[in-house]
């Protein structure tokens, strides 16, 4: 039997040992768990609507409190009263970069590990260790936080075609849009672009160019969830809209 | 659901099985395959108003389950198909062993595309977009699969040409 016959049959066996049946209310349960993320997403965008005052209202501090005042010096952890949702915790907490710079805001409960070395291009990627700032949840979902330097004039869809190797391999294609096709998002009150944001891309990213520098923020969703959520904007847009970064003097 | 739902009631009635028993030969286990499909088909319903209109909505959830099955399969670290627990009673088991377990060696992708292109007897055109990827580079699977399953079932000489 050549192997193409053993394979149509391997399968057809395989196949043949599949449940049959349907069982009852499956449907039903389907439609609930559809209806269950629709609430979840309702809430997830009045937290980011809620995100976005306190953003304002952050904004106008500043204005009273000038940068280097204990606001964005590492003073008492800012907090809020936001609707909760599992993800999204009410409180946050301020983290100022060694390596990078920068501050922002992250839910309080988080455990942050800094960055040790600076993010190089051409040297080594996000995914290296020591390179990003890692703000881990409770549970396994993740927020990176890395900036590389750019040249003056760079946006952060020319960063980013500079960045991936060539094209997006194709079936990555979804997760890393081409920047006409970006979500656009505001980062730190900087127009930036939104990737990933598909479940089984296992990741949601904000790049922004600020300075001469790219900043990414990528969110990571549990690794070994099997459902089909996509990481919780609650969270990002908080951390967005919190970002506070130094103008660039040389390495990050 | 409201009655306009009622195209995805259709849908879900006819391809939910055979969604499921795709993820089920790709992954062995019949309780991810249902997990798989269920999280399939709810993001079918999330996307209803857009996939509705596409030609083939039913392309679209297989498209969802497929990609779903090949993420666990990473995740699990290309556990063996010998491992996965047939039951007794729906059917006879695996009767080639060895050639289930070189299948069970494969990368999830290639193991993806086989399934597709042997069990579903797809064109590899369709194949490849399941799959995100080129009609070529589908093609390059299937090559790869089957010259490592000739290598581990020890067959000499076998044609392994696309």
Same mark, same amino acid.
Request: glycine share 8%.
């Given at each position: 039997m050549s192997l193409d016959d053993r394979l149509r049959e391997e399968f057809r066996r395989a196949a043949a040992s599949a449940p049959a049946y349907l069982t009852p209310g499956t449907r039903e349960l389907v439609v609930r768990r559809a209806a269950a993320v629709r609430r979840q997403r309702r809430v997830v965008l009045a937290v980011a609507a809620s995100a976005v005052l306190v953003a304002a209202g952050l904004s106008v501090g500043l204005a009273v409190n000038p940068v280097g005042s204990p606001l964005l010096a590492g003073g008492p952890a800012p907090s809020s009263t936001r609707p909760s949702l599992s993800e999204t915790p009410v409180a946050t907490s301020s983290f100022t970069s060694p390596v990078y710079g920068y501050t922002v805001s992250y839910p309080t409960g988080w455990v942050v590990a800094g960055?040790?070395?600076v993010w190089t291009h051409g040297k080594n990627s996000q995914a290296d260790p020591g390179v990003s700032d890692i703000f881990q949840s409770p549970g396994k979902a993740r927020v990176e936080i890395a900036v590389q330097n750019v040249p003056a004039g760079w946006s952060?869809?020319?960063w980013e075609s500079d960045f991936l190797s060539n094209p997006a391999p194709a079936q990555m294609a979804?997760?890393?849009?081409?920047?006409?096709?970006?979500?656009?998002?505001?980062?730190?009150?900087?127009? $930036?672009?939104?990737? #990933?944001? !598909?479940?089984?891309? $296992?990741?949601?990213? #904000?790049? !922004?160019?600020?300075g001469q520098r790219a900043y990414v923020i990528k969110g990571v969703v549990d690794p070994n969830t099997l459902t089909a959520d996509t990481f919780d904007m609650g969270v990002l847009n908080i951390m967005f809209a919190s970002l506070r970064v130094r103008v660039a003097s040389g390495t990050p | 659901m409201r009655g306009a739902d009622q195209g995805y009631t259709q849908l879900f009635d006819a391809e939910f099985r055979l969604v499921r028993r795709t993820v089920f030969?790709?992954?062995?286990?019949?309780?991810?395959?249902?997990?798989?499909?269920?999280?399939?088909?709810?993001?079918?319903l999330l996307h209803w108003s857009k996939v509705s209109r596409y030609e083939r909505p039913d392309a679209w959830v297989r498209r969802v389950a497929i990609r779903l099955a090949v993420r666990h399969l990473k995740r699990e670290g290309h556990r063996q198909l010998v491992e996965r627990s047939f039951e007794p009673e729906s059917g006879p088991g695996p009767a080639d062993p060895d050639l289930t377990a070189a299948i069970g060696d494969l990368p999830p992708k290639q193991r993806a595309v086989l399934v597709l292109y042997y069990l579903e007897d797809r064109p590899m055109k369709e194949v490849a977009q399941t799959l995100g990827m080129s009609e070529s580079t589908g093609f390059v699977h299937l090559h790869?699969?089957?010259?490592?399953?000739?290598?581990?079932?020890?067959?000499?000489?076998?044609?392994?040409?696309g």
């Amino acid at each position: 039997m050549s192997l193409d016959d053993r394979l149509r049959e391997e399968f057809r066996r395989a196949a043949a040992s599949a449940p049959a049946y349907l069982t009852p209310g499956t449907r039903e349960l389907v439609v609930r768990r559809a209806a269950a993320v629709r609430r979840q997403r309702r809430v997830v965008l009045a937290v980011a609507a809620s995100a976005v005052l306190v953003a304002a209202g952050l904004s106008v501090g500043l204005a009273v409190n000038p940068v280097g005042s204990p606001l964005l010096a590492g003073g008492p952890a800012p907090s809020s009263t936001r609707p909760s949702l599992s993800e999204t915790p009410v409180a946050t907490s301020s983290f100022t970069s060694p390596v990078y710079g920068y501050t922002v805001s992250y839910p309080t409960g988080w455990v942050v590990a800094g960055a040790r070395t600076v993010w190089t291009h051409g040297k080594n990627s996000q995914a290296d260790p020591g390179v990003s700032d890692i703000f881990q949840s409770p549970g396994k979902a993740r927020v990176e936080i890395a900036v590389q330097n750019v040249p003056a004039g760079w946006s952060a869809a020319r960063w980013e075609s500079d960045f991936l190797s060539n094209p997006a391999p194709a079936q990555m294609a979804a997760c890393y849009p081409r920047p006409q096709q970006w979500a656009a998002v505001t980062i730190a009150g900087h127009p $930036g672009g939104l990737l #990933g944001r !598909v479940s089984w891309c $296992g990741f949601t990213e #904000g790049v !922004v160019v600020i300075g001469q520098r790219a900043y990414v923020i990528k969110g990571v969703v549990d690794p070994n969830t099997l459902t089909a959520d996509t990481f919780d904007m609650g969270v990002l847009n908080i951390m967005f809209a919190s970002l506070r970064v130094r103008v660039a003097s040389g390495t990050p | 659901m409201r009655g306009a739902d009622q195209g995805y009631t259709q849908l879900f009635d006819a391809e939910f099985r055979l969604v499921r028993r795709t993820v089920f030969v790709m992954t062995g286990n019949a309780a991810v395959a249902e997990d798989v499909a269920q999280d399939a088909f709810v993001q079918l319903l999330l996307h209803w108003s857009k996939v509705s209109r596409y030609e083939r909505p039913d392309a679209w959830v297989r498209r969802v389950a497929i990609r779903l099955a090949v993420r666990h399969l990473k995740r699990e670290g290309h556990r063996q198909l010998v491992e996965r627990s047939f039951e007794p009673e729906s059917g006879p088991g695996p009767a080639d062993p060895d050639l289930t377990a070189a299948i069970g060696d494969l990368p999830p992708k290639q193991r993806a595309v086989l399934v597709l292109y042997y069990l579903e007897d797809r064109p590899m055109k369709e194949v490849a977009q399941t799959l995100g990827m080129s009609e070529s580079t589908g093609f390059v699977h299937l090559h790869r699969a089957r010259r490592r399953l000739a290598m581990l079932l020890g067959e000499v000489g076998v044609d392994v040409a696309g």
